[in-house]
């Protein structure tokens, strides 16, 4: 397949099939790290690390170039943008609904955080750090569940 | 010297600060007393190492002479290592080490706020992503320095030793020299001076919240920005270089 063959629709959709690796529940669309798709002889998908030391983003990185490979594209331009930096405001609406079904307390400003099972406020903190550097670990007072909490940053 | 080359050895200490310092903390690894702090030291030591990738890889395309991110962080020596000498103290104890990190991240922040303000695209864009990391460090060593300080009698006087075991490796952070003058003149980096004038303000307030003393400002040790490095750096490179020197080009 030749690049003019395929829209940015296109390689949006396909990118909405790669996952993160650390929170497969959320495509790397919904977690909004995507910058910007453009096709012109090759396809080329500009993606911003969330934090400088995620070791999960080479693995994306190798995921989108194997989705594109996938698709016939041959050799994709994978480039790394971190200005401006990501924040946890690009995570879209909907990741942040799919976030929350999957049990993971979504980042907010606000300093009142839902648990995700039963939607009390009666929650604490357990610990700032959870089972990976953008999680903290949280509990319900009501329901009792422990559940994590994606950090604002 | 020109601004190339100012340009290169300014982002290469950068580099060395945040690889040597993360290095240290990778020693701690499965070291701390309880699991929240195990975590949170892992993860900011992977910012660090984050950070060092992103620096060392920006030296090496303005270098241009082909050398990787591992080539500089396993394949130079002890001379070639432009960090600070406060970050290659060993590690002592949980104290020590949290010591050790504050009082360089409290004068790091303020350089990167810097930094992210200066006239190189790719330098500040570093410094914007890694800011928003360092402030958080910033936060969370601060309120242990505080917890420990205002803490058992047995909790202040050790960390009020480790101030002091420090201390005199602090005014290299702030001492300019060529390199310094040059990457403020020409990329409009940060003013040493200024920076100083800031961290002595926030050190003393936590410090005191902390019910600790300042320790005086005596004869303050320099060298590790222009190579010079204590006995202490020659460990931790064998420790960190050995098994991509002993097995070049190894992968796994
Ligand atoms: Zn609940």
């Known amino acids: 397949m030749v690049a003019s063959d395929i829209s940015e629709q296109q390689v949006y959709e396909w990118l909405e099939q790669v996952p993160d690796p650390e929170i497969p529940v959320l495509s790397i669309l919904d977690l909004g790290i995507v910058r910007e798709v453009s096709v012109d002889s090759t396809v080329t998908v500009s993606l911003a690390p969330t934090y400088s030391g995620c070791p999960a983003t080479e693995a994306i990185e190798s995921s989108v170039r194997r989705a594109l490979h996938d698709h016939g594209v041959e050799a994709p331009v994978i480039k790394r943008v971190i200005s401006p930096p990501w924040t946890t405001d690009w995570i879209t609406r909907r990741g942040r609904q799919k976030l929350h079904e999957y049990g993971i307390a979504p980042p907010q400003k606000s300093l009142e955080i839902a648990c995700p099972q039963c939607s009390s406020l009666q929650t604490e903190l357990v610990s700032e750090f959870g089972s990976t550097a953008c999680k903290a670990s949280w509990r319900c007072r009501d329901c009792l569940e422990p559940f994590e909490y994606f950090k604002c940053l | ?252």
């Open chain 2, 1 to 252: 010297m020109n601004a190339e080359q100012t340009l290169i050895d300014y982002t290469l200490r950068l580099a060395d600060n945040a690889l040597i310092l993360g290095q240290r903390m990778v020693e701690n690894v499965a070291a701390w007393p309880e699991l929240e702090e195990e975590l949170a030291n892992a993860n900011f030591a992977l910012d660090f190492l984050g950070q060092a990738r992103m620096l060392y890889s920006y030296a090496g395309e303005l270098e241009g002479k082909g050398r990787s991110e591992d080539d500089f962080a396993y394949l130079r020596d002890e001379h070639e290592f432009r960090n600070v000498l406060l970050l290659e103290q060993p590690n002592g104890h949980f104290g020590d080490a949290l010591v050790r990190q504050y009082l360089f991240e409290a004068a790091y922040v303020h350089i990167l706020g810097a930094l992210v303000e200066c006239r190189d695209e790719q330098l500040s864009a570093i410094a914007a992503r890694a800011i928003k990391e360092v402030q958080y460090h910033v936060r969370h060593t601060s309120k242990w320095l505080i917890r420990l300080g205002d803490g058992t009698e047995l909790s202040q006087t050790r960390v009020q030793q480790s101030l002091h075991d420090v201390w005199r490796f602090t005014g290299e952070l702030f001492a300019a020299d060529d390199i310094d003058i040059a990457f403020q003149e020409t990329f409009g980096g940060p003013d040493l001076s200024a920076v100083a004038a800031l961290w002595r303000t926030d050190v003393a307030a936590v410090v005191s919240e902390a019910t600790l003393v300042l320790p005086d400002d005596e004869w303050m040790a320099t060298g590790g920005k222009q190579g010079r490095h204590s006995e202490h750096l020659g460990y931790l490179l064998a420790e960190m270089q050995y098994l991509p020197r002993s097995h070049a080009g190894a992968t796994w």
